[in-house]
């Protein structure tokens, strides 16, 4: 559905994903209706958000009941023999998510500027094929567009391939090459996991990693973490189950582990131009590196707000703790924990969701 160029409307959600939905649940909820009083802006053009992009293999670190934005259960991953649901099933899950409750998603338009009105009183938002002011934004483009690339000497002359983990699809096609994997998260696990099956692998980090117990997942770190924020809140020390460590044990880490192949090394020092170094004076030849190593928040359409940023976030807070300083008809929505606990996870990002709605509700009926 194309937006009407110059429209006016109460609330502009940009960002189709797991983050805009959520909040167009909750909007929705307080009696807002789709496409008269809020739109929501997605830059992709299908339903699914960052999770079609992400890598073949990939898999929730919890069942589909704990990985469910609010109102409607994921349905039940039915091959449980297979570990929890693939990125798949998510996707799918999206899109019926957004039919269900009618949220006229419009796409694909990427915003591309969100600044003020002369007047004051509203912010226009730039897009590709749709220009509209809104009372009230909420910025929920996530970070999956904007990978973190470490710059480390040499980089420009080694001839092999580097790719970021958000271009990374299936191992076969590295087949009988000789791959470094960086990165001692998640991201780097997993990868390393299904990397490590057909190619000659060197996993490095920057810290030695660490690793959850076998029998702990998604939904008791979703416990510990909030249980943690509660005792912060209240002048309390909090030691969860989410300090032991960094690395879920999905299956295929499992596996990995049970192979030998889960052993990272130091941090190379530099590249050359076949290969990495240590500080140790020893080489490696390397055909290709994957860079597991994050991401940052995508906020470049923020810009024009000249909104003070640290470490490329934006400060934030009011009732809602989303509503950004500087500028109280802008809200942040699933960037991670400094817009809300676990905000980043399709279970978590529903509280935050929640609380920004009905921000802006109370700020409507005022």
């Given at each position: ?40 802006l997605d830059a992709e053009d299908r339903p699914g958000g960052a999770w079609q992009h992400m890598w073949d293999g990939l898999r929730l670190f ?305």
């Amino acid at each position: 559905m194309s937006a009407d160029v110059g429209e006016s409307v109460d609330v502009a959600v940009i960002g189709g994903g797991q983050a805009g939905l959520a909040t167009g649940y909750y909007l929705r909820r307080a009696g807002l209706v789709p496409v008269r009083d809020f739109v929501i802006l997605d830059a992709e053009d299908r339903p699914g958000g960052a999770w079609q992009h992400m890598w073949d293999g990939l898999r929730l670190f919890s069942p589909a009941s704990y990985s469910s934005l609010p109102g409607w259960m994921m349905p039940p991953w039915d091959d449980a023999a297979l570990g929890f649901p693939p990125r798949d099933h998510v996707v799918d899950y999206l899109g019926r998510y957004e039919e269900r409750y009618e949220l006229h998603v419009r796409r694909p338009h990427g915003v591309t500027a969100v600044s003020r009105e002369d007047s004051g009183d509203r912010l226009l938002v730039a897009a590709d094929g749709a220009d509209l002011s809104a009372r009230f934004v909420v910025s929920a483009t996530g970070t999956w567009t904007l990978p973190f690339w470490p710059t480390y000497p040499g980089a420009r002359e080694f001839t092999g391939r580097q790719l970021h983990a958000a271009q990374y699809r299936r191992p076969e096609e590295f087949a009988g090459q000789r791959v470094v994997v960086v990165g001692g998260g998640n991201s780097g696990a997993q990868v390393l996991a299904e990397v490590s099956t057909v190619a000659d692998t060197t996993w490095v980090t920057s810290r030695t990693p660490r690793f959850l117990p076998d029998d702990v997942d998604g939904r008791a770190l979703f416990a510990a973490a909030t249980a943690r924020i509660e005792a912060l809140r209240q002048g309390r020390d909090h030691a969860g189950v989410g300090g032991l460590g960094d690395v879920v044990m999905v299956a295929s880490v499992r596996e990995a582990r049970d192979r030998g192949v889960l052993k990272a090394q130091p941090m190379f020092s530099r590249l050359t131009a076949t290969g990495a170094g240590w500080l140790d004076g020893t080489t490696t030849a390397v055909d290709a590196i994957i860079w597991c190593t994050g991401f940052r928040p995508a906020l470049r359409h923020l810009h024009p707000l000249h909104l003070r940023d640290r470490d490329g976030r934006l400060s934030v807070g009011g009732t809602s703790g989303t509503r950004a300083d500087g500028e109280p008809r802008l809200f942040m929505v699933g960037y991670g924990d400094w817009t809300g606990p676990a905000s980043a996870t399709l279970l978590g990002v529903g509280r935050s969701a929640r609380d920004t709605a009905a921000d802006i509700v109370a700020r409507l009926q005022r």
